[in-house]
């Protein structure tokens, strides 16, 4: 590697294979190594773009490791409809008084509506998302050691 002004620091190789989330292999550090080399040979002001997106990444990752996981609902708004004075003791009993009986003045009605606070982690993903495709556009060979998702969903289809 070369001393001049776009140079790799000596935390960046692991940083690179954490921030694509390539497993821990000889062979993957190898081409950690030989993609970070290539770049700076062929491309030197490419290797300060990739710093600059390895620094950008830990920032969000050091966000995103500070930011909650769950935030409780908060109350907005809470309405009650209910009985105007409390209960009597006896109930009308006949068919008749029943009628007469306005029973929908107890009911107790609530009604509260909830809003979820704004979360920071999703807007904070996509733009580690878009760093990480950044990185991966100064060093595409890397591409290919990044672990593939696997699909949702699953499964063998029977015929019986």
Same mark, same amino acid.
């Given at each position: 590697?070369?001393t ?9 190789? /692991?940083?690179?294979?954490s $921030?694509?989330? !390539?497993?821990? $292999? #000889?062979? $993957? ?7 970070m #080399?290539?770049?700076?040979?062929? @491309?030197?002001?490419? =290797?300060?773009?990739?710093?600059? &997106?390895?620094q950008? !990444? +830990?920032?969000?990752?050091?966000q995103?490791? &500070?930011? %909650? =996981?769950?935030?409780? %609902?908060? =109350? !907005? ?8 004075g409390?209960?009597?003791a /006896? ?6 008084? =029943? !009628? ?8 107790? /009605?609530?009604?509260?509506? @909830? ?7 999703? &807007?904070? +993903?996509?733009?580690?998302? *878009?760093q990480?495709?950044?990185l991966?556009?100064v ?7 990044q672990? *593939?998702? &696997? ?6 289809? /029977?015929? $019986?």
């Amino acid at each position: 590697m070369t001393t001049g002004a776009a140079s790799w620091r000596a935390g960046d190789l /692991e940083a690179i294979r954490s $921030s694509l989330g !390539i497993p821990v $292999s #000889a062979a $993957s550090i190898g081409a950690i190594n030989r993609a970070m #080399a290539e770049l700076e040979r062929n @491309y030197p002001a490419g =290797v300060s773009a990739a710093v600059g &997106s390895l620094q950008r !990444i +830990a920032a969000i990752d050091k966000q995103l490791a &500070s930011t %909650p =996981v769950a935030a409780e %609902p908060v =109350v !907005i708004k809470t309405s009650r409809k209910g009985a105007a004075g409390p209960v009597p003791a /006896e109930l009308p009993k006949r068919k008749l008084d =029943v !009628i007469e009986f306005a029973t929908e003045l107890l009911i107790e /009605e609530v009604a509260t509506e @909830y809003a979820l606070p704004q979360s920071t982690g999703p &807007s904070l +993903a996509a733009q580690r998302r *878009q760093q990480v495709e950044a990185l991966l556009l100064v060093l595409p060979g890397l591409r290919v050691w990044q672990p *593939q998702a &696997s699909p949702r969903f699953q499964g063998l289809l /029977e015929r $019986s």
